[in-house]
């Protein structure tokens, strides 16, 4: 069974800053790709960011130029490096593994006050 743990979320001021950290228990490569996702109160869970196997990146448009999905050096690891934070940002973010079927970690709060 995959397990998948968020942890770094918190409450900050606008403008300031986050980083996300997954830890797999097993290494990020046996999966095609390794996502974050948010949810907030009352909306979809939407993507966020996204890295394939060989390091392709996409973004949401909303976080584009101020989020960054990135691999440790570790293997079993992915970084959501988050900037410039705005209210709307606040939501519980989930990390996801994409492999013959989707996993998901537990979520981690993220609250940017004004």
């Known amino acids: 069974q995959v397990q998948l743990v968020e942890s770094g979320g918190g409450l900050v001021q606008a403008g300031g800053s986050l980083r996300l950290s997954c830890a797999a228990s097993e290494t990020i490569f046996s999966f095609n790709v390794m996502g974050w996702y948010r949810q907030a109160p009352g909306k979809q869970r939407e993507l966020v960011a996204r890295?394939?196997?060989?390091?392709?990146?996409n973004y949401a448009d909303s976080v584009k130029g101020r989020f960054t999905i990135s691999r440790g050096s570790a293997k079993n690891t992915v970084y959501l490096q988050m900037d410039s934070l705005k209210p709307e940002d606040t939501a519980v973010y989930y990390c996801n593994a994409k492999g013959i079927i989707d996993h998901w970690g537990q979520g981690t709060q993220v609250t940017v006050s004004s």
């Open positions: 890295i394939d196997r060989a390091g392709s990146t």
